[in-house]
């Protein structure tokens, strides 16, 4: 069955980095697009990024110039690489697969990763 594995969280401070990876399994990963979702506390899940088959990619404006997504198709695997955080950034971020036409509402979701950003 499709499995996405999230890793890379932690805890750092405002301006650090940190890069997430998602490995993924299960299926034909590079017939898809892959997304990077989060979820704060109290509020909903929003979108992060979007990567296509392409290599095309897509921002949300709040992360637009400071997130990096890549994909590696020979380790079936998607990056998020996170520059110059924000304590807004934290939150739950999560991995999730799509079709290219779909690409807002995934349709496998890996289990989370937490990222917190001290002030």
């Known amino acids: 069955q499709v499995q996405l594995v999230e890793s890379g969280g932690g805890l750092v401070q405002a301006g650090d980095s940190l890069r997430l990876s998602c490995i993924a399994s299960?299926?034909?990963?590079?017939?898809?697009?892959m997304d990077w979702f989060r979820q704060a506390p109290g509020k909903e899940r929003e979108f992060v990024a979007v990567i296509f088959m392409t290599e095309e990619t897509y921002y949300a404006d709040s992360v637009k110039g400071r997130f990096t997504i890549s994909r590696d198709n020979a380790k079936n695997t998607v990056y998020l690489q996170m520059d110059n955080l924000k304590p807004e950034d934290t939150a739950v971020y999560y991995c999730?697969?799509?079709?290219?036409?779909?690409?807002?509402?995934?349709?496998?979701w890996g289990q989370g990763t937490q990222v917190t950003v001290s002030s």
């Open positions: 299960g299926h034909s990963f590079g017939h898809y697009a």
């Open positions: 999730a697969r799509a079709k290219a036409l779909t690409w807002r509402a995934p349709d496998y």
